[in-house]
């Protein structure tokens, strides 16, 4: 399995947007889960959004909820995360993960991405 990401992270004034993306080859199932993660200095990494193809469910942490959408293209195993209105609070690096082992994004992921560092200055 092999990522390829678009790195769409980098320096942003607080109230800005960035556009992060994501893209996989080699997955064998069409049943997955794939998203974003994140881990600020200091911080555990948490989830951030996925979708799980399963059911075509879609999660978001609260803590983003209304400012980043999630974009999918299953047949191109490629997603896209638009986060709009960041907060200093978002700096963090993001690393796009997958969910495919019997596993569910967020709260099961066998495959991490290479990561790229957002900064949201105030």
């Known amino acids: 399995l092999r990522f390829s990401c678009r790195r769409g992270g980098g320096l942003v004034q607080a109230g800005g947007s960035l556009r992060l993306s994501c893209a996989a080859s080699?997955?064998?199932?069409?049943?997955?889960?794939m998203g974003w993660f994140r881990q600020a200095p200091g911080k555990e990494r948490e989830g951030v959004s996925c979708i799980n193809y399963s059911d075509n469910s879609t999660y978001y942490a609260d803590s983003v909820k209304g400012r980043f959408t999630l974009f999918s293209d299953h047949a191109k195993n490629t997603v896209y995360l638009q986060m709009n209105a960041l907060r200093p609070e978002d700096t963090a690096v993001y690393y796009c993960a997958i969910a495919i082992v019997g596993g569910i994004c967020p709260y099961g992921v066998d495959y991490w991405g290479k990561g790229t560092l957002v900064t949201v200055s105030s």
């Open positions: 080699g997955i064998a199932f069409d049943d997955y889960g």
